[in-house]
């Protein structure tokens, strides 16, 4: 038996019950049965409804934000430079191939250029081909 | 209870290990950015506020007993901190109009702004939408503008909000209760105002 409906008073008091479902089935046959026999309650209640499902969908649309380069900023600059000192490691931390890549690059560039100087002969060796 | 990937997580954390705490900031910096953006009203303001928030955890994450979730510490701690700013900004702005001006509306358009792409009379409406909210949202107590924001904006439990703000269930309830039909009253308020325009 889902009992007889509310009164407009009390199935008002009941709006925030029944918008957080927390009512039992036998309750809300009562609150329903009092929204129908009171279309100004029952708009009432709509338009709470209406308003908290508007407020809900703030909450579920992707908000465009980038904080991190913020904090990790502020995080350098507060601890004098012992956290996130190290520039490369900024950021997503999830390019550590771009990192890999420009390590290896001037590891390339220092070894074509020490190459080349003791070639040359400009580390302290004897230049090839002079004479003594 | 924590589960083993968010303990090895705080373990990081609490080691200082920037990447861990890379990982962590962009995992929660929506979340942490939409509660304060609503409690705040400004979003370059929210955007400040929400960089201190994870410069906070990233010091007291030591403090971090496990005792709750890893989430609901972090909104406690945004919390504290809106509570804070929003005592700040009041002294500071009481000299000047109150409420939600025009330039405040300049800042919270676009917030919400990598949705879908729609019309623009779609999009014009669902911006107006979005700013009579936030006004409704600002017009409320700190308190009331609290448990809205947790509640129907975040989704949480009555159990995390008890959590979060240390309040007994009675108390989050009737505070709710309240601040759902001033929310409701503003927004009436601000159509039957709009119809009289038109």
Known sequence: MSGSAFTSEQARARFDEVLDGELSDSERARFDAALAADPELSAEFERLRAVLVATKQLGTEPVAVDLLSGVQHKLRARSGGRFYRDRFAERRAKQPGLALLIALSALFVLGVLFWFAERAGWLGGKPPGLPL | ?198
């Open chain 2, 1 to 198: 209870m924590l589960d083993a990937q968010e303990r090895e997580l705080i373990e990081k954390l609490k080691r200082r290990d920037e990447a861990a705490f890379n990982a962590f900031v962009l995992q929660y910096q929506e979340r942490v950015f939409r509660l304060v953006l609503r409690m705040i009203g400004d979003r370059a303001e929210a955007e400040d506020l929400a960089q201190e928030v994870f410069i906070s955890i990233f010091k007291a994450i030591e403090g971090f007993r496990g005792e709750s979730q890893l989430s609901t510490w972090v909104y406690r701690v945004a919390a504290n901190h809106c509570r804070n700013r929003i005592k700040y900004l009041t002294r500071r702005r009481r000299q000047l109009t109150e409420g939600y001006d025009e330039s405040s509306e300049e800042h919270i358009s676009g917030a919400q702004s990598q949705g879908r792409p729609e019309a623009p009379d779609q999009l014009m409406e669902a911006r107006q939408t979005e700013r009579v909210l936030q006004d409704g949202l600002l017009s409320l107590e700190e308190e009331q503008r609290e448990l809205v924001v947790l509640r129907e904006v975040e989704h949480l439990s009555y159990e995390e909000i008890m959590a979060i703000t240390g309040l007994p269930e009675g108390t989050v309830k009737s505070r709710l209760h309240r601040a759902r039909a001033t929310l409701r009253e503003f927004i009436e308020r601000n159509e039957q105002g709009r119809g009289r325009k038109r």
